[in-house]
């Protein structure tokens, strides 16, 4: 099974409001990813976990959180939404040593 | 850091006809171009790659190659099918960042046309 699942698939958020996406795989992957995807602009990778180790991009390193408290979870957190945090996000894992990344479905996040 | 262009925004091919993706990269230290495919409603799939030890590699039909002097890479689709109607990314991967980071281009909107 390569299936990388997101939940929800879905959400809406209230400016100011905190927002807590969730991923997970079961294909034991070391490293999960987390990318954010706007209209006409390329995936952009927010951070990254390897094993329990979070790597976070430089330029979104305070507007995001993320935990992993097993291997297979992995979640995304924004403390308080703004307008700017609309967007799909989309999850992903590899093997390591592995290069090829397998993505989920995304979450569409809309922020009122 | 790298920086990776999509040159097509949107592409139209009449069935049967070959399709031609197009991206260029900044960073001579990657290694590892993929190229991923989404359609609607849905998230990025695998469809082929390349690794900078050669310039070409088939799957089917679909083809990629790479000019590493240029540094440049494209997917070729032959004799395309509807169902090759989607987004396609390319993406470079610098082989010094440990974790594979992936820096993807802006997508290409591949329109197949029966």
């Known amino acids: 099974d390569t299936t990388v699942k997101q939940n929800p698939r879905y959400k809406l958020a209230r400016v100011g409001k905190p927002v807590n996406?969730?991923?997970?795989?079961?294909?034991?992957?070391?490293?999960m990813y987390w990318y954010q995807k706007k209209p006409n602009q390329?995936?952009?990778?927010?951070?990254?976990?390897?094993?329990?180790?979070?790597?976070?991009?430089?330029?979104?390193?305070?507007?995001?959180?993320?935990?992993?408290?097993?291997?297979?979870?992995?979640?995304?957190?924004?403390?308080?939404?703004g307008l700017e945090y609309s967007a799909m996000y989309l999850c992903a894992s590899s093997r390591l040593?592995?290069?090829?990344?397998?993505?989920?479905p995304g979450t569409r996040l809309t922020v009122l | 850091g790298e920086k990776v262009e999509q040159h097509e925004s949107t592409l139209s091919v009449r069935e049967g006809d070959s399709a031609v993706i197009n991206c260029t990269y900044t960073d001579t230290a990657s290694s590892y171009f993929p190229w991923y495919k989404q359609e609607a409603g849905k998230g990025l799939h695998f469809v082929i790659d390349i690794r900078s030890n050669v310039?070409?590699?088939q799957s089917q039909r679909l083809i990629v190659l790479l000019d590493k002097k240029a540094k440049r890479f494209?997917?070729?689709i032959t004799a395309t099918q509807p169902e090759d109607s989607a987004i396609y990314?390319?993406?470079a991967s610098p082989s010094n960042t440990g974790?594979?980071?992936?820096?993807?281009?802006a997508g290409t909107r591949l329109k197949v046309i029966a």
Do not use: W
């Open chain 2, 74 to 76: 494209s997917l070729h």
């Open chain 1, 97 to 104: 040593g592995a290069y090829e990344q397998y993505f989920g």
């Open chain 1, 42 to 81: 390329a995936p952009k990778l927010l951070l990254f976990y390897y094993d329990k180790i979070l790597n976070r991009e430089a330029d979104t390193f305070e507007k995001f959180q993320s935990s992993r408290p097993n291997n297979s979870f992995c979640s995304l957190y924004i403390g308080s939404a």
């Open chain 2, 99 to 105: 974790n594979y980071k992936y820096v993807f281009g």
């Open chain 2, 89 to 91: 990314f390319c993406a």
């Open chain 2, 55 to 57: 310039d070409r590699k």
């Open chain 1, 21 to 31: 996406l969730i991923c997970s795989q079961t294909m034991n992957h070391d490293t």
